[in-house]
């Protein structure tokens, strides 16, 4: 079992950025994919971004050119940069870890981090 920690959500004006961070620990795992994903009220959890472990990254449309996700993997650590934040960001945000734990994959996911964009 591996547990996530998110961190950096705040409240922020449109325009404004803010950093979020993911740290992975627990159970040894080999990375699969690594990602960001939103939930707002009343709406379905969808896909922000997400990093596969050949480095290929995946962004949404709608943040597409503002956001940026890197990986620090000697930290098990995954970080979304989010950047002209606009008020339809705002969400809470979940890290999710897609992974081999031995010969079994599982998903993980963290608590989440809220993030308003709010004048």
């Known amino acids: 079992q591996v547990h996530l920690v998110e961190s950096g959500g705040g409240l922020v004006q449109p325009g404004g950025s803010l950093r979020l961070s993911c740290v992975a620990s627990g159970d040894m795992f080999s990375i699969i994919i690594m990602g960001w994903y939103r939930q707002a009220p009343g709406k379905q959890r969808e896909l922000v971004a997400d990093?596969?472990?050949?480095?290929?990254?995946n962004y949404a449309d709608s943040v597409k050119g503002r956001f940026t996700i890197s990986r620090d993997n000697a930290k098990n650590t995954v970080y979304l940069q989010m950047n002209d934040l606009k008020p339809e960001d705002t969400a809470v945000y979940f890290c999710k870890l897609s992974a081999t734990f031995g010969q079994r994959r599982g998903d993980s996911w963290g608590q989440g981090t809220q993030v308003t964009v709010s004048s």
């Open positions: 990093i596969r472990r050949e480095g290929i990254i």
